[in-house]
């Protein structure tokens, strides 16, 4: 790896900038992301099709891309999210890429990394802490503590904790049921990757609801006064991680927000500093384009004013077999993956319907036939759009190259970038729109306890917000075993919950919840160290 002051200089940034944390990782002072520069690269968003649980490889995609484009003499930066440790305990195993397309220091990142998300886990307890002592020192404010709202966070798989009771005991507070989200999933996370400085995150933070008192008024974090605490500890984690890519091309990672119960995408700082000073910006965005894509196009360009410029579609073999409805979908199967392109087509549908010129990358995998191969890229040419095989994971940036040159002849080409829904929509109009335009369903039922929520989201003037849709990953539904393209289904809405300092309302759809559990044989039972300090296992 480079010295991270290298990394920097290849970037255009002037080290005085940098606050190291050891030789090969740094995070960027304020002064070089405050205010916001102007956009003066291209803005790439890599999203995917309908992924299988082991996911499609985005992230491999995205830092492939970035490598691509140095090797072709561009100025490039990939700009990923940071991997929580419920997915590298859990199925992934890591989340810095992989094989020959991976952001270094990859052991590093993907074990907490700089703290970031140990500080934000840290003020979202505090904020929790604070709650729980107002109500038992009195309740001054009058808070309602079955109306409270505020989970507690950790950034870990534990589905033991998604429904609690606190303050057991005549001693430790008011009893109360309560439950946990991971740390990905809090409403910290959303604000600080939405926030423009410290400023802002203050205004945000003060603007949580935590609940609602005695006669039914918001309780807000600012009236608990600990919103300057809660900002301190969130003072370094505001700031972009600087690393670089295994071939030294530059990466910033900040911000780790899930694509499927939250919005995302790595923080609008990052990316705000990434196309001041590059010339092509990768961002990743989780999940699908029904999940990250929509939220980027509906919540982000919103928050952030950013221009995209083209969208790369990644695409597997395997995923194709899966939706195709192959009973063994690690084997060749060129039947399934014809009928799984219908999957892939509504995606490519989607990726048009926010204004963006489309890629498909098609990520090859070991066991992936020619004539699967041949399929696809068929498929693409049908449908008017550019396709080219990936090798990154075995050949790094070489193996992008053929891609990253339809990235560049896209960007020429250009996008219109627009969003699903207007702000001035109400919150079921929003809903629908993005149901029957993004997901492909007929319509929308309420539970009697969401349509309440709705009500009180009107009440509390937070209907102009945007959606973040918290659904299953695993189909344009809200049913995980709906695979393909489904059709002709109603999505049931469970709960609409206001993040009012993140700036959105939260729709919980079907099953989905925000605590996830860890697998039968999760990833934690490959992990080790050695005897000597190296780890092993995290990929």
Not at 491 to 514: C, D, L
Request: charged share 20%; proline share 5%; net charge neutral.
């Amino acid at each position: 790896m480079k010295p991270i002051a290298d990394v920097a200089k290849d970037l255009g940034l002037d080290s005085r900038y940098l606050i190291p944390y050891g030789e090969f990782v740094a995070k960027v002072r304020p002064e070089a992301f405050q205010p916001w520069p102007p956009q003066r690269g291209r803005l790439v968003l890599v999203t995917g099709m309908t992924p299988t649980p082991r996911g499609e490889g985005k992230t491999v995609t995205s830092v492939g891309i970035a490598m691509a484009l140095s090797r072709l003499g561009h100025r490039a930066v990939a700009c990923i999210r940071q991997p929580s440790l419920g997915p590298v305990f859990g199925v992934k195993g890591g989340g810095a890429g992989g094989g020959a397309a991976t952001i270094e220091p990859m052991q590093q990142i993907n074990m907490r990394f700089t703290g970031d998300i140990d500080a934000m886990t840290a003020a979202h307890s505090l904020l929790a802490a604070m709650i729980d002592n107002h109500i038992f020192q009195g309740n001054e404010l009058q808070i309602d503590p079955a109306s409270v709202t505020w989970p507690r966070a950790l950034d870990m798989n534990d589905r033991a904790l998604r429904e609690v009771t606190v303050g057991l005991g005549a001693k430790n507070g008011v009893p109360r049921q309560s439950r946990f989200v991971i740390t990905a999933a809090s409403e910290i996370m959303a604000i600080v990757c939405l926030s423009r400085d410290y400023a802002d995150l203050k205004t945000r933070l003060g603007r949580i609801i935590i609940g609602y008192d005695a006669k039914g008024e918001p309780v807000r974090a600012s009236d608990l006064k600990c919103v300057g605490a809660m900002g301190a500890l969130l003072k370094e984690a505001m700031l972009p991680n600087l690393v670089q890519t295994g071939e030294g091309t530059p990466a910033l990672v900040h911000g780790g927000p899930f694509g499927n119960i939250a919005h995302g995408t790595c923080s609008l700082a990052s990316m705000r500093l990434g196309l001041s000073l590059a010339d092509y910006l990768i961002v990743e965005a989780g999940f699908a384009s029904d999940l990250g894509a929509e939220k980027f196009v509906d919540i982000v360009t919103r928050a952030g004013g950013l221009r995209v410029d083209m969208a790369v579609l990644v695409v597997t073999i395997k995923a194709l077999r899966y939706h195709g409805g192959a009973s063994h979908w690690e084997a060749p199967d060129a039947g399934a993956v014809r009928v799984g392109l219908d999957n892939m087509r509504k995606h490519l549908e989607n990726v048009r319907l926010y204004g963006l010129t489309p890629v498909v990358a098609v990520n090859r995998f070991p066991g992936d036939s020619d004539e699967e191969l041949r399929i696809v890229a068929e498929a693409c040419a049908s449908e008017g759009v550019p396709s080219a095989v990936s090798t990154v994971y075995a050949d790094g940036g070489g193996g992008s190259e053929e891609l990253a040159r339809l990235v560049v002849e896209a960007c020429r080409r250009g996008s219109s970038c627009k969003s699903v829904y207007g702000l001035d929509q109400s919150v079921e109009g929003k809903i629908e729109q993005v149901v029957k335009e993004v997901y492909g369903g007929r319509g929308v039922e309420y539970t009697d306890a969401a349509r309440e929520d709705l009500m009180r989201v009107s009440r509390l003037g937070l209907s102009g917000n945007p959606i973040c849709v918290a659904k299953t990953q695993f189909s344009f539904s809200d049913e995980p075993g709906k695979t393909g393209r489904p059709r002709d289904f109603i999505v049931t809405v469970r709960k609409v919950e206001p993040a009012a300092g993140a700036g959105f309302n939260i729709v919980h759809m079907g099953q989905i919840v925000t605590m996830p559990g860890l697998p039968k044989h999760p990833a934690a039972e490959n992990i080790d160290i050695s005897d000597g300090g190296a780890i092993t296992g995290v990929f």
